[in-house]
C-alpha cells in the first residue's frame, strides 16, 4: 500500500460529465482531508477522427479545454507549492479499435504532465464501440453483444490484457484505472462464474509493472457496493506484488479521498 497521503484519481471542473466544482475546490478538501498530494486526472480528449461513442458526447475534453487545464493547474501547482503535492495528469482512453490514436494523443500531452492513468471505458464488438459504465442499459447491451455476463466481463479483461501489453510510446502511463470496472452494475448483472481470465490479467498486469488504481468509486454507486478491484481481488494483486494508489474518482469536490479509511 502507498506511505503518502495521496488520492491519485481526480477530476474537475473541465471534466464533460462532472460538477463544475472549482479545482480549489478539490484542493481545499484535499487539504482538509489531510492528504499530501492530490493527482488530477482528467478525462484527456479523442484521437482526432474518432467519433465519440458516449450517448452525450462528453467522453473527454476538447483540445482547446485540455490547454486551458492545463495552464490553471500550473499556476494553482505554484499557489499551493507549500502545501500540497498537486500532480498534473490525465486518464486517457485505451481505444481498442484505434490504438495509433490513442499512442498519439498520449505523445501530445506526456510531456506536459506529471502524472496519468490509462483506462479502458469502451469495447470494440463487431463494428462499433460499446460504453461499459455509462448505464445498466449500456451494460446490457455487452451482454447481450458477448452472449452473457460472464462472457461481458471475459471481453473487458481481454481488452485489460491488450491494453497492458502494448507499447503506447515514452510517455505511457503505467497506472491501470478501475480494473474491474464492468463491476459497477454486478447487482443488476451478477456473474455466473468468475471470469476465465481474470487470473491471467493480473499476471499481465504484473508482468508488464503497472501500478493498480484502488478506485473506491465503486462504493459509491448503487448497483456496485464494490470498490475497483473488489476485496477477494485485491488479495492476489498483492499476493504478486503489484503497487497500488489509491483513487477516489472524484467527479465533485467533496469526494476527494472518499472511502479511504476502509478496512482492506
Not at 498530494?37 to 465519440?52: C, K, M, Q
Not at 507499447?167 to 459497477?184: D, E, F, I, S, V
Not at 487470473?199 to 454507486?221: M, P, S, Y
Request: proline share 6%; glycine share 8%.
Amino acid at each position: 500500500m502507498q506511505l503518502i497521503k495521496w488520492d491519485g484519481h481526480v477530476h474537475s471542473p473541465y471534466c464533460p460529465h462532472g460538477t463544475k466544482d472549482p479545482l480549489e475546490a478539490y484542493i481545499e478538501c484535499a487539504l482538509v482531508q489531510g492528504l499530501e498530494r492530490i493527482s488530477f486526472t482528467e478525462h484527456a480528449p479523442l484521437p482526432e477522427g474518432l467519433v465519440d461513442p458516449a450517448p452525450d458526447n462528453d467522453s473527454g475534453m476538447s483540445f482547446a479545454t485540455a490547454e486551458r487545464y492545463i495552464e490553471e493547474l500550473k499556476t494553482l501547482r505554484d499557489t499551493y507549492k507549500n502545501d500540497i503535492d498537486i500532480r498534473i495528469g490525465m486518464e486517457f482512453d485505451y481505444w481498442e479499435h484505434d490504438v495509433d490514436g490513442t499512442r498519439d494523443i498520449i505523445a501530445r500531452y506526456g510531456p506536459e504532465l506529471t502524472d496519468g492513468i490509462l483506462s479502458l471505458h469502451y469495447l470494440w464488438i463487431e463494428d462499433r464501440y460499446y460504453m461499459v459504465d455509462f448505464s445498466k442499459e449500456s451494460f446490457g447491451e455487452i451482454v447481450t453483444a458477448t452472449g452473457s455476463v460472464t462472457a461481458a466481463h471475459e471481453r473487458y479483461y481481454e481488452g485489460i490484457q491488450a491494453l497492458v501489453m502494448t507499447n503506447l510510446g515514452t510517455h505511457q502511463p503505467k497506472r491501470l484505472g478501475h480494473l474491474t470496472l464492468p463491476t459497477k452494475f454486478i447487482q443488476a448483472y451478477p456473474l455466473e462464474q468468475t471470469p476465465a481470465n481474470l487470473d491471467e490479467t493480473v499476471r499481465k498486469i504484473r508482468q508488464a509493472d503497472f501500478t493498480l488504481d484502488l478506485n473506491t468509486a465503486g462504493l459509491r454507486k448503487p448497483l456496485c457496493g464494490l470498490s475497483y478491484p473488489y476485496p477477494e481481488l485485491l488479495q492476489l494483486t498483492q499476493s504478486l506484488g503489484i503497487p497500488l494508489v489509491y483513487g477516489s474518482d472524484a467527479h465533485l469536490a467533496k469526494d476527494v479521498g472518499a472511502d479511504f479509511d476502509m478496512k482492506w
